[in-house]
Structure formats: C-alpha cells, structure tokens
C-alpha cells in the first residue's frame, strides 16, 4: 500500500494504488484546499518533494494550465493526480 506524505501536515497516510488525492482529502485533514476540482482554479496545486513519478501522468489539459500559471516543473494540481506508489508533497507557497 502506498504512503502519500503531506510534509506541510507532518502526515503519512496509506492510501489505495490509484487513490485519488482529493478523496483521501476528503477523509482526512489536511492543508490543501480544493476549489473547482477539475483542474480549473489552482487551488490545490502542490510541490511534489519526492518520487513525483508514483503520481499519475499529468494530461494535457493541467500542463496547459500549470503552464499558464507559470508553476515550477515540481508543481501539480492535486485534483487532477492519483497516487501510484510512495510519494511526498507539501503545499505550494
Ligand atoms: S481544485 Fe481547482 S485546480 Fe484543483
């Protein structure tokens, strides 16, 4: 079972292969906020701090708007990614 790490929460949570990030913040509290839920707002975007590769593959349409936003390349929308394997973000200042 993975581990999805929250550093800015100081948590470790097992989570499913394939959760989702937003459910399992659904059922647990943590910092990241959600807005639209559809990759839309940017409310939820993340730094992924280690093993950004156990997240799924990012679609086009969060890299166009990761891009527009001009995130860093460790940058995500937590609403649009599932947790593959061992994996370690925190919020994005
Ligand atoms: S909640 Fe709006 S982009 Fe993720």
Do not use: Y
């Not at 100081?10 to 399992?24: L, P, T």
């Not at 799924?56 to 995500?76: G, I, Q, V």
């Amino acid at each position: 079972m993975p581990i999805l790490s929250i550093k800015t929460d100081k948590k470790n949570i097992n989570v499913e292969v394939g959760a989702s990030i937003i459910d399992v913040c659904e059922n647990e509290e943590t910092s990241i906020l959600f807005g639209c839920r559809d990759g839309a707002c940017g409310a939820c975007m993340i730094k992924v701090v280690d093993n950004p590769s156990n997240l799924s593959k990012m679609e086009d349409h969060e890299k166009d708007f990761l891009e527009t936003m001009a995130a860093r390349e460790d940058e995500r929308l937590a609403c649009q990614c599932k947790v593959l394997g061992d994996v370690t973000i925190e919020v994005s200042e």
